[in-house]
């Protein structure tokens, strides 16, 4: 099963008055959709768009494995247990709320920036918060978040060409940039496919290059 979602098709969300624009692919705030809640581990799937000197100020999280992955631009992220970080596209930057924790996100650059923050939901609640950041993900090396039985993978085919996508009880797939096709379906920039029991799924680059966001979890 292939369920294909588009980019105009998620809920806007931010506060474009203060510099904020998002894009959520799930039920978030406001936005309360009962049939698109989750999709396996994953709750939350949102495009952000920071103006240079925007940002969430402090706000709290707990029990909520927060993945973020910048497209453009530079993220400050600062939290309550000491870590002030710079993350910058390429990087793979996970919180880990677990029991409870605060954080700020903000542009401090002159530049506008955006990125993909992902919310997976731990297997088991509670335990002590935790900050890991990877500077410069290769595709070949999965970023794995056995607390939520999920593996992140990041594909960058060049164009033209076929990368196979993880065999899984559940594959979730974000383009970031570029054109792919997966089966019989086009998919531009903010499109995700959602695969259940799916084998042997290989996304092929349109005439340029592509970046995407490939989840692998349990069922």
């Known amino acids: 099963m ?17 510099g ?9 705030g406001a936005h309360y959709d009962p049939d698109n809640l989750r999709f396996g581990a994953l709750i939350a799937c949102n495009e952000e768009r920071l103006a ?16 973020t992955w910048v497209v453009e631009g530079e993220l400050t992220h600062r939290d309550s247990r000491g870590h002030e970080t710079t993350v910058r596209p390429g990087d793979v930057q996970r919180l880990s709320s677990a029991g409870g924790v605060r954080h700020v996100e903000r542009n401090d650059a002159d530049a506008p920036l955006a ?6 939901a731990p297997l088991e609640p509670g ?14 090396t ?17 164009a033209g060409e076929r990368t196979a996508l993880p065999d899984a009880a559940l594959a979730y797939v974000h383009v970031v940039r570029g054109t792919v ?19 042997d799924l290989e996304a092929v680059a349109g005439p340029g290059p592509a970046e995407l966001l490939v989840w692998e979890m349990r069922g």
Do not use: C, K, N
């Open 2 to 18: 292939m369920d294909v979602r588009r980019a105009g098709e998620r809920y806007r969300g931010g506060d474009p008055q203060a």
């Open 181 to 199: 096709r997966i089966g019989p379906h086009e998919l531009g920039p903010g499109d995700a496919v959602r695969a259940a029991d799916e084998r």
């Open 142 to 158: 999965p970023y794995a978040v056995p607390e939520a039985g999920a593996m992140l993978h990041v594909r960058r085919p060049a």
């Open 52 to 67: 240079p000197g925007a940002g969430f100020d402090e706000h709290p999280h707990s029990h909520t494995e927060i993945v």
């Open 115 to 120: 990125f993909v923050q992902m919310w997976l």
């Open 20 to 28: 904020i624009e998002s894009r959520h692919a799930f039920s978030f």
């Open 127 to 140: 335990g002590e918060p935790a900050y890991d950041l990877v500077r410069g993900i290769a595709d070949s």
